[in-house]
T-cell receptor
Framework: DAKTTQPNSMESNEEEPVHLPCNHS???????IHWYRQLPSQGPEYVIHGLTSNVNNRMASLAIAEDRKSSTLILHRATLRDAAVYYC????????FGKGTLLTVNP | NAGVMQNPRHLVRRRGQEARLRCSPMKGHSHVYWYRQLPEEGLKFMVYLQKENIIDESGMPKERFSAEFPKEGPSILRIQQVVRGDSAAYFCASSLQETEVNTEAFFGQGTRLTVV
């Protein structure tokens, strides 16, 4: 599995964009990059995933570096409900998460 | 379409007892994964099952832990002779295909096991 590195915490204001970075320098060429988030006392929730191209869905955008060693999850307009721990993971079904990034959204 | 259902949500066991955690995957999903989250730590993969088969149990402790996903009924994670260190949140996820393929995993709400 790819080893991932994320900042421990980030802070944003409501309605502003948020860019959450992730380094996954050991990712193999065929591994997808997945992002999940977890609210307190909840199970992880799928956010987005991609392989090489940038991806968009109703929740977020995923920008993947050309060398695939890093990616950035973009929340275009943060809301209070986006406050959570965000995990990126690269690899197969094992989806092993590190400690993730705790995102705080200020009203 | 109901999501991944785990029960019980909270389970208290005394040291030495057995803990049984159940997971019903989403309808139509045949791939089930179990994860453990210790306090203040990230999620750790334990085991990956398909119907009646254990595909990968490399994350499961060698002793006291077992998992099954029978042809009928939920997947079961069994912990025998629990110890305090087993206290954690256990999450189950399911997917249509292996998550390395272009698909996502859906997680349940978890079972919080407390060993006293």
């Amino acid at each position: 599995d790819a080893k991932t590195t994320q900042p421990n915490s980030m802070e944003s204001n409501e309605e502003e964009p948020v860019h959450l970075p992730c380094n996954h320098s050991t990712i193999s060429g065929t591994d997808y990059i997945h992002w999940y988030r977890q609210l307190p006392s909840q199970g992880p929730e799928y956010v987005i995933h991609g392989l090489t191209s940038n991806v968009n869905n109703r929740m977020a955008s995923l920008a993947i570096a050309e060398d695939r060693k890093s990616s950035t999850l973009i929340l275009h307009r943060a809301t209070l409900r986006d406050a959570a721990v965000y995990y990126c993971t690269g690899g197969n079904y094992k989806l092993t998460f590190g400690k993730g990034t705790l995102l705080t959204v200020n009203p | 379409n109901a999501g991944v259902m785990q029960n019980p949500r909270h389970l208290v066991r005394r040291r030495g007892q057995e803990a049984r955690l159940r997971c019903s995957p989403m309808k139509g999903h045949s791939h089930v994964y179990w994860y453990r989250q210790l306090p203040e730590e990230g999620l750790k993969f334990m085991v990956y099952l398909q119907k009646e088969n254990i595909i990968d149990e490399s994350g499961m402790p060698k002793e006291r832990f077992s998992a099954e996903f029978p042809k009928e009924g939920p997947s079961i994670l069994r912990i025998q002779q629990v110890v305090r260190g087993d206290s954690a949140a256990y999450f189950c996820a399911s997917s249509l295909q292996e998550t390395e393929v272009n698909t996502e995993a859906f997680f349940g709400q978890g079972t919080r096991l407390t060993v006293v």
